[in-house]
């Protein structure tokens, strides 16, 4: 773990939570071979849509799968209850509701939706309830999100974080535990919302350990891009 993590774990930013404004609203000629992804996991549905207005709706049914989640639709069809929050702005669309991806993702609490336009794509950024950032760019990983509160630091998890997209998450395992035969169990990673495939796993030993995590132990990444688009963080 580099040094700008470990002096931020002590002195983290309290972000707000609120979903970002960018990307929630495309322009109706960009409409064909739209993606929708949530952590890059795609929501899949041949009801996801654009509307004339150009914003983008998705399937209330397959974005709840994603988050193993249900939902219920008011007598009319005018609303749906999702989350514990009533959704308003839908469209039927082949028989079933769809919602304004931004409704959903604040819904699920989502850090960010961002709009990739070289890609078409809509990019969800759903961590675990709490996840705030503590560190800015690390140079071939990207920012650094946890939950403070929750004392799981210095463990982990770690989400990383790059251009609003989650690349990473990290484990910091105390070399102690392993020479002792401790068993970490049930630690939360990504419990409760969607998960990519791990494309590379990194585990670097820290000997002399580092600021905020003194005592030796291991860096551990588990990569959801490819070694070549880790470099190219900067």
């Not at 774990?9 to 970002?20: D, E, N, P, R």
């Not at 495309?26 to 996801?48: D, F, Q, Y």
């Not at 974005?63 to 989350?83: H, P």
């Not at 690390?138 to 609003?164: C, F, K, R, S, T």
Request: proline share 6%.
């Amino acid at each position: 773990m580099k040094k700008m993590l470990a002096m931020a774990v002590g002195m983290f930013i309290l972000l707000s939570g609120s979903v970002s404004a960018h990307g929630t609203t495309v322009h109706p000629e960009k409409n064909a071979g739209i993606t929708i992804r949530v952590n890059g996991v795609e929501v899949k549905s041949s009801a996801n849509h654009q509307s004339p207005n150009g914003k983008v709706y998705v399937s209330v049914k397959a974005f709840a799968d994603l988050f193993g989640q249900t939902f219920t639709v008011s007598e009319g069809r005018r609303t749906v209850q999702f989350n514990d929050k009533t959704i308003s702005d839908i469209q039927m669309k082949q028989g079933e509701p769809t919602a304004w991806i931004r409704d959903l993702a604040n819904a699920v609490s989502a850090q960010n939706v961002s709009w990739d336009k070289a890609h078409q794509e809509v990019y969800v950024l759903a961590l675990p309830e709490g996840s705030v950032k503590i560190s800015e760019v690390v140079p071939a990983m990207g920012e650094h999100w946890a939950n403070p509160q929750a004392g799981e630091l210095p463990v982990g998890p770690i989400y990383g974080v790059y251009d609003g997209k989650l690349v990473f998450l990290e484990y910091m395992i105390a070399q102690d535990d392993f020479v002792k035969g401790k068993s970490l169990i049930n630690l939360r990673g990504m419990k409760g919302v969607p998960s990519p495939a791990v494309v590379q796993l990194d585990a670097e030993f820290q000997p002399q350990g580092h600021p905020g995590f003194e005592a030796p132990h291991y860096d551990i990444h588990a990569y959801f891009i490819t070694d070549e688009e880790q470099q190219q963080i900067k």
